[in-house]
Nanobody
Framework: QVQLVESGGGLVQAGGSLRLSCAAS????????MGWFRQAPGKEREFVAA????????YYADSVKGRFTISRDNAKNTVYLQMNSLKPEDTAVYYC????????????????????WGQGTQVTVSS
């Protein structure tokens, strides 16, 4: 089992920044992919960003490209999502996801490819 604990959500004005963190613990794998998804009220969960651990390859949804940055700290088994230039439409519950496999982009945006999920953290962007 892998446990994921997210933190860093909150309320911010449009144009502001937040940094989300997701710490993985338990039976983690030596190579894996971690991703961020989000779900707004009344909408389906959608892909935000992902990072492949060994290669450090990163993938982004078009809606966040250029504003969000995903990164990792190998020593801490932690992935971060730096969110800049936030917009009201970024308001959602953000979930961290993990799989013990290296995913390519064509797979990384599919939530069914991930085996473990965090509890979610609320991000609210006011206009």
């Amino acid at each position: 089992q892998v446990q994921l604990v997210e933190s860093g959500g909150g309320l911010v004005q449009a144009g502001g920044s937040l940094r989300l963190s997701c710490a993985a613990s338990g039976r983690t794998f030596s190579s894996y992919t971690m991703g961020w998804f989000r779900q707004a009220p009344g909408k389906e969960r959608e892909f935000v960003a992902a990072i492949r651990w060994s290669a450090g390859s990163t993938y982004y949804a078009d809606s966040v490209k250029g504003r969000f940055t995903i990164s990792r700290d190998n020593a801490k088994n932690t992935v971060y999502l730096q969110m800049n230039s936030l917009k009201p439409e970024d308001t959602a519950v953000y979930y961290c996801a993990y799989t013990g496999r290296e995913l390519y982009y064509s797979e990384s945006y599919r939530d069914t490819k991930y085996d473990y999920w965090g509890q979610g953290t609320q991000v609210t962007v006011s206009s």
